[in-house]
């Protein structure tokens, strides 16, 4: 497994031989985890929103394109969520 920076507020977790529903599901527990992290009072909390895509045999940008769609619907839906 890699975990990166992939943008500048972006992380891209690569998970070789991790169907979409384990992958889902390890992205639900980091989403989980940095929501209950508890910070300094007046610090506003951090959230992390996720798009999940499985390899179906295109292209690495087919794949980035089709998790990047997921999380944008993530955002859309009011953030602190993981869509796949």
Do not use: M
């Not at 940095?34 to 506003?44: F, K, R, Y």
């Amino acid at each position: 497994d890699v975990l990166g920076r992939y943008g500048g507020e972006e992380f891209l977790a690569v998970l070789p031989g991790t169907g979409l529903h384990e992958a889902a599901a390890v992205a639900e527990r980091i989403r989980s985890q940095v929501d209950a992290l508890e910070l300094e009072d007046g610090v506003p909390g951090v959230s992390v929103s996720g798009g999940v895509a499985d390899f179906r045999g295109d292209t690495a940008d087919g794949l980035l394109k089709r998790a990047d769609v997921c999380l944008y619907e993530a955002k859309a839906e009011g953030r602190n969520a993981i869509v796949c």
